[in-house]
């Protein structure tokens, strides 16, 4: 299992950013996939995860982030609009124990 991520950025606030996350060693079509996240001197967090039938997201980003997936490119997707310095983290895609090597977003003026 491989998961590369990448999109990160730095952004002002209230810009928008798009992460990817492709997969490799499995079928992303039949299974959930999360991202998350770790800002500087704080706990690793869910943000948002995708199921074949569902989405999941964390309270802080709700209705700023949308989770997608292309299944036939293996890869999903983070959709980050009106950004603030708190969503300043490296971001992670996760599947089953299995870590991307994570991409920066930093949100400042």
């Known amino acids: 299992v491989q998961l590369q991520a990448s999109g990160g950025g730095l952004v002002q606030p209230g810009g928008s950013l798009s992460l990817s996350c492709k997969a490799s060693?499995?079928?992303?079509?039949?299974?959930?996939i999360g991202w998350f996240r770790q800002a500087p001197g704080k706990e690793r967090e869910g943000v948002s995860c995708?199921?074949?039938?569902?989405?999941y997201y964390a309270e802080s980003v709700k209705g700023r982030f949308t989770i997608s997936r292309d299944n036939a490119k293996n890869t999903v997707y983070l959709q980050m609009n009106s950004l603030n310095p708190e969503d300043t983290a490296i971001y992670f895609c996760?599947?089953?124990?299995?870590w991307g090597q994570g991409t920066q977003v930093t949100v400042s003026s």
């Open positions: 996760y599947y089953r124990g299995y």
């Open positions: 060693g499995f079928t992303l079509e039949y299974d959930a």
């Open positions: 995708i199921s074949s039938s569902d989405t």
